[in-house]
């Protein structure tokens, strides 16, 4: 069974590019495709890019092209949940598309054709996912302290991911999706660009998916900031570590 690992950003994927034994480069619809071996499981790797558009044409290809069984996104979120810190670890329970508003034919954030805002990842890999996460936590120890807020131990958080195409990057932002979603019922933990549109092209395949970002940011006036560094200089070790983690329990 092949997995799909997926990210937006190489530093997203860590070095796993150079890990894979019996590496094939294939270069299709744009994007570059490695298929090889990694901790005994058979993969293909693939970065996506930024943006929903970017994501759903990649995941399409996986499992047109690649035929892949499962998929899996690694990556980084803005922290927008009450308690969710940089340095957290947020594995997703359910997405939703932030910026989806067909209203007033079908209610706000409502996925045409989908019946719902809210798209549930899969179960059991989920599952699996959070165990490799809190794993490779509790396994790291305090190696990131001096990327992280003072006396913060990064946490484990699993829930709802919004998905978007846009950088939320001001505290006025992000309290006005916060607040909106949590009148809905829809109490988000994190946000980013990608996930929501893989997930909705898994559901159309009939692909288990399960998704694991990284807090980077609170999603506020000093995002854009904190945003690079961290990817640099945390995001890949931990994309790096839980993937391992998550394919030596699969």
């Keep these: 069974m092949t997995t799909a690992i997926l990210s937006a950003l190489p530093e997203e994927q860590g070095g796993l590019v150079h890990a894979l034994q019996a590496a094939e480069r294939i270069d299709h619809a744009g994007r570059t495709f490695w298929r090889g071996?990694?901790?005994?499981?058979?993969?293909?790797?693939?970065?996506?890019?930024?943006?929903?558009?970017?994501?759903?044409?990649?995941?399409?290809?996986?499992?047109?092209?690649?035929a892949v069984r499962r998929m899996v996104f690694t990556g980084v979120?803005?922290?927008?949940?009450?308690?969710?810190?940089?340095?957290?670890?947020?594995?997703?329970?359910?997405?939703?598309?932030?910026?989806?508003?067909?209203?007033?034919?079908?209610?706000?954030?409502?996925?045409?054709?989908?019946?719902?805002?809210l798209m549930a990842c899969d179960g059991p890999l989920s599952?699996?996912?959070?165990?490799?996460?809190?794993?490779?936590?509790?396994r790291s120890g305090g190696?990131?302290?001096?990327?992280?807020?003072?006396a913060h131990a990064p946490r484990l958080h699993q829930g709802l991911i919004a998905?978007?195409?846009?950088?939320?990057?001001?505290?006025?932002?992000?309290?006005?999706?916060?607040?909106d979603l949590l009148a809905a019922g829809h109490d988000v933990l994190a946000v980013e660009m990608e996930g929501a549109a893989v997930l909705q092209v898994c559901r159309d395949y009939q692909?288990?998916?399960?998704?694991?970002?990284?807090?980077?940011?609170?999603?506020?006036?000093?995002?854009?900031v904190d945003f690079p560094r961290f990817v640099e200089q945390v995001a890949r070790r931990y994309a790096d570590g839980v993937v391992r983690e998550l394919l030596g329990q699969l």
Excluded at 77 to 90: I, S, T, Y
Excluded at 207 to 223: C, E, N
């Design 207 to 224: 692909l288990p998916f399960a998704a694991v970002r990284t807090i980077s940011d609170r999603a506020d006036d000093s995002a854009h």
């Design 37 to 66: 071996r990694l901790c005994g499981h058979d993969v293909v790797l693939a970065l996506c890019g930024i943006g929903k558009v970017a994501a759903a044409t990649t995941a399409t290809s996986l499992a047109e092209r690649f």
């Design 143 to 150: 190696q990131f302290d001096q990327y992280l807020p003072a």
């Design 77 to 117: 979120a803005g922290g927008v949940g009450e308690g969710v810190q940089v340095g957290d670890v947020v594995v997703a329970s359910e997405y939703l598309q932030h910026d989806m508003d067909a209203s007033p034919l079908f209610p706000r954030w409502e996925v045409p054709g989908q019946g719902s805002a």
């Design 127 to 138: 599952a699996i996912l959070m165990r490799a996460a809190g794993a490779y936590l509790e």
């Design 163 to 179: 998905s978007g195409d846009q950088f939320i990057s001001t505290a006025a932002a992000s309290q006005r999706l916060r607040g």
